[in-house]
């Protein structure tokens, strides 16, 4: 057994109460061995986490990791203007590669701002993977279905993608990588293709990922057509199962809220991309209190910018009270839970919490910073005011992925250029 200490920390409890606790790792086995006092000598290596904060890695429950390379393409438009004039013509000249880069430079930021899982839905899932497994966080992959621009051979075609890669890759990277079906969403997924693949993929044991209510537009022609809600639709579809996860829950009416609440389906809360395409505000606090499984989510970067998780919990808490009309609304230890354990149990992956045998995902943060001092409250401090940039060191499965900012898995000023370089010319090509 190799073991890994951190030492000298305050460490953030799955009760959302902060103690003063060395962190004992078993490496080989990717476990949290122990918490307590002085651990350092029964270590084989030591990691300093002294004036520091010990929190669960963050778990991002909804992201397009390699649309990085779209980071700043398109902005000032709302979701469907943004989609259909700017980001499916570009993604439309996407090569494997690029999608391998655009993903090397999504998980660089994610490990530099201590996110250690994430949910992710896109194309040529394996450069994904591939990239998951070298940078050395854990993931929940899917590839996206979009039927509504294709013919039926495509369509099946793209259908058939989800699951086949699904199949090949849940488990890989040592268990760090597990899947989903990935239809895009109740809108650009047609129902014939819900009829025959949702019921494929439960054949599978496969969860079932979309974004669901994000904008009025969405839900306007569900309810037009069919007489019901999107989410009743999902659930006569048989897509509204307690693995399930869908991303934004915008424009979810109290049936809704219900309807999540009694299946146990997760919602990924994204505010920030919610508030840049001006999509509305989630009733969080409503979901919240129906006991919905609510996590958190950045989106793709193009429409965010970031892919920060700290980011996100400022912004969820921040329009959570301006929704609810209440400042007590979504508070701190809330958004706290959202970033950790909330998304691990919406996207049903083993991590956000720090406790004996929990996975050994964290991230260690600095707290000798002025934006941070006094410290009276640090779960106040993560949700309000600290920043990837306070992020020292990131673990996940018990390996180190960053050291003192130092990430160790991917060489950041080689990704960094062969990031700027594939964007530059994917650019190119789309305005060709
Ligand atoms: C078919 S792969 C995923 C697909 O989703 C697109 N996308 C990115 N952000 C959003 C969003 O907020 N709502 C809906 N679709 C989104 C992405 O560009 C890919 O085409
Ligand atoms: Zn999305």
């Given at each position: 057994m190799t073991t890994l200490a951190i030492t000298g920390g305050q460490v953030l409890l799955p009760d959302m109460t902060v103690t003063r606790a060395d962190v004992l790792i078993d490496q080989e086995r990717g476990e949290i061995l122990e918490l307590g006092d002085d651990l350092a000598a029964d270590a084989d290596e030591t990691l300093d986490a002294s004036d520091s904060l010990v929190t669960p890695g963050f778990v991002n429950?909804?992201?397009?990791?390699?649309?990085t390379l779209l980071r700043?393409?398109?902005?000032?438009?709302?979701l469907d203007a943004w989609l259909q004039e700017d980001i499916w013509p570009a993604e439309g000249e996407l090569t494997p590669d690029d999608i391998r880069i655009g993903a090397e430079l999504g998980l660089l930021e994610m490990i530099k701002s201590g996110t250690t899982a994430f949910a992710d839905m896109y194309f040529e899932l394996p450069e994904i993977a591939d990239a998951v497994e070298r940078a050395g966080l854990r993931a929940r992959l899917g590839h996206g279905v979009v039927t509504?621009?294709?013919?039926d051979e495509g369509a099946r075609e793209d259908a058939q993608t989800s699951l086949d890669v699904a199949a090949e890759y849940d488990g890989a990277a040592d268990g760090r990588i597990s899947t989903a079906f990935m239809p895009h969403s109740l809108t650009t997924v047609g129902e014939e293709y819900l009829d025959e693949f949702v019921p494929k993929a439960r054949e599978a044991g496969l969860p079932i990922h979309y974004h669901a209510n994000e904008t009025a537009d969405e839900v306007t022609p569900i309810v037009d057509e069919r007489g019901v809600r999107p989410l009743a639709y999902a659930a006569e579809k048989g897509m509204?199962?307690?693995q399930d996860f869908v991303a934004h829950?915008?424009?979810?009416?109290e049936s809704e809220i219900g309807l999540l609440a009694e299946a146990g389906t997760g919602v990924i809360h994204c505010p920030a991309s919610n508030m840049k395409l001006a999509s509305g505000m989630a009733p969080v606090q409503r979901m919240l209190e129906e006991g919905v499984s609510v996590g958190l989510g950045t989106d793709g970067a193009a429409s965010?910018?970031?892919?920060?998780m700290l980011d996100e919990a400022r912004d969820a808490a921040m329009i959570g009270k301006l929704a609810a009309e209440d400042?007590?609304?979504?508070?701190a230890e809330a958004v706290v839970e959202m970033m950790t354990q909330g998304s691990a149990d919406a996207i049903d992956i083993d991590a956000g919490r720090l406790e004996d045998?929990?996975?050994a995902d964290l991230a260690v943060l600095d707290l000798e910073k002025p934006h941070l001092t006094?410290?009276?409250d640090l779960v106040s401090h993560l949700a309000y005011a600290a920043a990837a940039?306070?992020?020292r060191h990131t673990i996940c499965d018990g390996q180190v992925l960053m050291r003192d900012r130092e990430?160790?898995?991917?060489?950041e000023s080689a990704v960094r250029e062969r990031a700027s370089e594939a964007a530059a010319s994917l650019v190119a090509r789309a305005e060709e």
């Open positions: 429950g909804h992201c397009h990791v390699s649309m700043g393409y398109a902005d000032d438009k709302p509504v621009v294709k013919d509204l199962e307690p829950g915008v424009h979810v009416d965010n910018n970031d892919l920060s400042a007590s609304a979504v508070p045998g929990a996975p006094p410290a009276h940039a306070d992020v990430v160790l898995t991917l060489e």
